[in-house]
């Protein structure tokens, strides 16, 4: 008996070491060179000429594992076409509030540094201080270049993550022309995510949305001389909220969509998955706002029959690069703000064509969202036969389908659950829609005369938000952090400004519009209590949204950026900062 004692926890300790540290890869180095210059985009009967990493859209896919170290140099090959009267000066010094109050954005400072540019690794448990994502002081200017160094923790979750522009002034303009690309931590086995998701096909969806109109205004007033819509399309008669156009009597006109969907760097492609074997899909929202209700449409009219009309199935296993708690899940919509992403296991049966499209249907309210990007076709898919995996065509027998394995991936303590630790600190945030004015008055701030030209944006009409009614001051945080502790915050407002909060991502605690039965949202379904975000965003017809979210500032300190993730918003003061240190 005293032998078992004995030999107990060596056996737990060489079956831990075996789970995880003796199956994950060697640390490496990576080595990225990203250059961000002009593209003149051609897809489909779409043309603009915009910024982009490496000549594409998106730039290069990086893949690297828990433990290396990602090293990117970022050459910036712009030129000095910068024509605003503020860029002259050193970027990292510009203040974003007035001259006499932090209550309202400086207008000198808006959008004045189109050229520009630095780098933010969306979702990256990783240092906010440079070397490493430093957003709010490294600045890199035309002709300049400037190396990053991410250290990713040996226990860094693997998942689905992004990269993007992050300077503010050109964060809308250069993101939503197309400067970003696709970040993935790669899984290993042993992390307790089953082999079977592990050794599944994968398709990447990069989802971004090119706003002209939007791009226009911002070029027009910071002076930039770069973009061009160069693609003819009909003149809008009028704009919704989601910045869709209609025909005169409000009725939607797919031909006047002005907010552009590209899928993987193509306008409108068509895909192809196989019957009856599963896909991870990767999705990321890259585009600049409103969040996409995403759902595959069955074509009418091109199965033979409807019993061979095709049809998916999915199952969603992670969302914003971090695995559910216990995975998979059944979801047939995936809702993602704006730089949200998700990990979809997708299988499809029957024969014939899907469309992937946002916002298909309202919500469980009947209501469609004005805060919702809607488009019937980002993309084509035919369901083609597969020899090793012949799909059974039958619907009654749809039930029998296998399922997934259930699997709990490993959390890493930046992740562990927080639903019931012991709280170190509080605070309060509420975003607030805000006007653009001039300093001292309340005269909206004119562009050429032309108010609506100037940002004609989500209905905003040169709108942006604030934090607890204040606009973004370099010089002034919005607090303190302890380095090693759990915060608990209230935040209200997320159901049309999405937070996101750099460094450490956010379990969601408790929100309004909540079905208790369930636990996840009453409008669609899927935010779910207990569920890791960094990007929040709870959609909502009308109302204010309020949620409870904790985190853990885990592993860095230095400061801690949050900001509406609708990139206007952002780039017009909607952001600010928490310092993290030892000294709290």
Known sequence: MRLVNVMAPLLLLLLKFHVTDAIKPSPREVNVTLVLGVLEYHSAGVTFLTRAYNGTIPGPPIYVNPGDTLRVTLVNELEHTETHSTAGGDASKVTWCGPSNCTTPDPEALFSIPNRTNLHTHGFHTSPVAPGDDVLNTAILPGRNHTYIYEIPTDHMAGTFWYHPHLDGSVALQTAGGAAGLLVINDYEGNGVSEEVRKMDEQVMFLQTVPQSALIGISAYSGDLLTKILSKRPVPSRTTDNNQYSDLDGSFNASLIDN?????????????????????????????????????????????????????????????????????????????????????????????????????????????????????????????????????????????????????????????DLQGATVDGRFSLSFADAKVVMPGTSIDLPVSGLLQDAFPYNGDTSGTCTFNGMTFNRSQPLGRLSEEGVQEWEVAGVQGHPLH????????????AMNTATGCDIEYGYICQGDFHDTLQIPQPDGIANATIRFRTADFSGPQVLHCHYLIHEDLGCISFHNISNGM
């Open 260 to 416: 552009v969907g590209i899928v993987n760097g193509k306008f409108q492609p068509k895909m192809e998955v196989k019957s009856g074997r599963w896909a991870r899909w990767r999705l990321v929202h890259a585009g600049p706002a409103f969040f996409m209700d995403l759902t595959l449409e069955a074509e009418e009219g091109l199965a033979e029959t409807t019993h061979d009309r095709a049809y998916c199935e999915m199952q969603l296993l992670a969302k914003d690069g971090i695995y559910l708690a216990e995975a998979p899940r059944s979801h047939q919509r995936v809702v993602l703000p704006p730089g949200g992403r998700a990990d979809v296991a997708v299988r499809c049966h029957g024969k014939g064509t899907l469309r992937l499209s946002s916002g298909e249907r309202p919500g469980a309210s009947g209501v469609w969202n004005g805060d919702m990007y809607w488009n019937p076709r980002l993309a084509t898919i035919k369901v083609r036969d597969d020899d090793t995996a012949r799909d059974e065509r039958n619907r009654s027998v749809r039930s029998h389908h296998h399922g997934l394995e259930v699997f709990r991936a490993q959390r890493p303590r930046y992740l562990s």
């Open 501 to 512: 909060i750099h460094v450490n991502p956010h379990q969601v605690l408790a929100f309004s």
